[in-house]
């Protein structure tokens, strides 16, 4: 059987935010939840396309022209579970943009979380100095 992976390579380059001010990242968290493509439209996993052989010798897939594609979406649940199932080629394109909305929002939320992880720490360091003015 011959596989072929549509593996997603999101790679995420992470920003320096720490030279941002706190309204500009602010108004960029504001644009990142702004940006979300429809949540009701996200599927999690891969789509791959394969191609078969029958079995039987006198087939032109036993000389190489194998049958197909046909197309399947595999998901990992866990460490040692996967689960998938066929997709009718005519939800193919449907499949391809919902997992592509996945990773969108996957991205936009790992945004937002980088930017609030450095909203926290201003925070915290604002706090202490105060406290040390305080004193
Ligand atoms: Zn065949």
Known sequence: MYLVYYSYSHVQVRENLSKLSTLAL??????????????GETLRGSL?????TCGNPDCKCARGERHGPTWYLSVTLDQSHRTGCTVPADQVEQVRRWIENYHRVKERLEKISDINRELLYRQK??????KKAQN
Do not use: D, H, V, W
């Open 48 to 52: 791959m396309e394969r191609y078969l």
């Open 125 to 130: 360091t604002r706090n202490k100095s105060k």
């Open 26 to 39: 602010r108004n960029r968290r504001e644009g990142l939840t702004k940006l979300l493509p429809p949540l």
